[in-house]
């Protein structure tokens, strides 16, 4: 089955991108990055793209009179290198629904909590974390979503939990977290690409087993 053609949209760090990156080069993934997007220009993920000869580009949204016409640029982009699936590695801009019908069910979030807790309007980075403590859970982790055109609101693939620890401080929760995210994601990514996802509606069954993807 030749590769899909995956188009990568970060914001940041792009700790998730390279583990994509790292799954690809393995093989486990059959999948190709034909491009790298970010609304950043100081995103890190850009410096990590370019290391691996991927092309990375930086959509300006200053350059854009509407946030439609910003999603028409980054749609324009997405088709130009013929991507087939959109991760979403640490975006943190809310697509269009132009984009989102574009791609329906075509389109892969890594959210850093166990959705639906802790997501939504607001939910990132750090706070996140903050807000895992604040309210004294005592699991939090990371989940894999379709994204749909709300909010962290898409249909689940794979989540993974970890404890909540008595001395956990918000950075040390964000890196227990990120380590799940960079597990969960190239996961979900390798069973797309070996089209072994089924979606059912809301639910999301791994096929050859027909069991949770976990
Ligand atoms: C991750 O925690 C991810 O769950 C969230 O944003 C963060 C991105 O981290 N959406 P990185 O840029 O992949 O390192």
């Known amino acids: ?6 188009g990568v949209l970060i914001s940041g760090h792009g700790s998730n991108l390279q583990a994509l990156i790292d799954q690809i080069t393995t093989g486990k993934i059959n999948g190709q990055i034909t491009v790298v997007i970010s609304d950043r220009k100081d995103a890190y993920g850009l410096i990590r793209a370019e290391t691996h000869q991927l092309n990375a580009v930086f959509v300006d949204r200053k350059s854009c009179s509407t946030e439609t016409e910003f999603n028409r640029k980054i749609l324009a982009v997405l ?3 013929e991507v087939q699936l959109i991760v979403l590695a640490g975006y ?3 697509l269009s629904g ?8 075509r389109i892969i979030n890594i959210h850093p909590a166990l959705i639906p807790s802790f997501c939504g309007q607001g939910y990132y980075g750090k706070k996140v974390h903050q807000a895992v403590l604040d309210y004294g859970v005592k699991l939090t982790g990371a989940t894999v ?23 956990d401080t918000v950075e040390s929760l964000q890196n227990k977290v990120l380590n ?7 996961e979900a990514v390798m069973l797309y690409c070996a089209g072994k996802l089924k979606i059912d509606g809301r639910k ?4 050859e087993d027909e069991k949770s993807v976990n």
């Open 98 to 105: 132009e984009v989102v019908h574009a791609y329906h069910n």
């Open 79 to 81: 088709t130009n290198n």
């Open 145 to 167: 979503h379709f994204v749909d055109e709300g909010t962290d609101t898409g249909p689940i693939i794979s989540q993974r939990a970890v404890a909540v620890e008595r001395d």
């Open 92 to 94: 943190l801009r809310i």
């Open 1 to 6: 089955m030749p590769p899909v053609k995956i």
């Open 180 to 186: 799940l995210e960079h597990q969960l994601l190239p």
């Open 204 to 207: 999301v069954w791994r096929i």
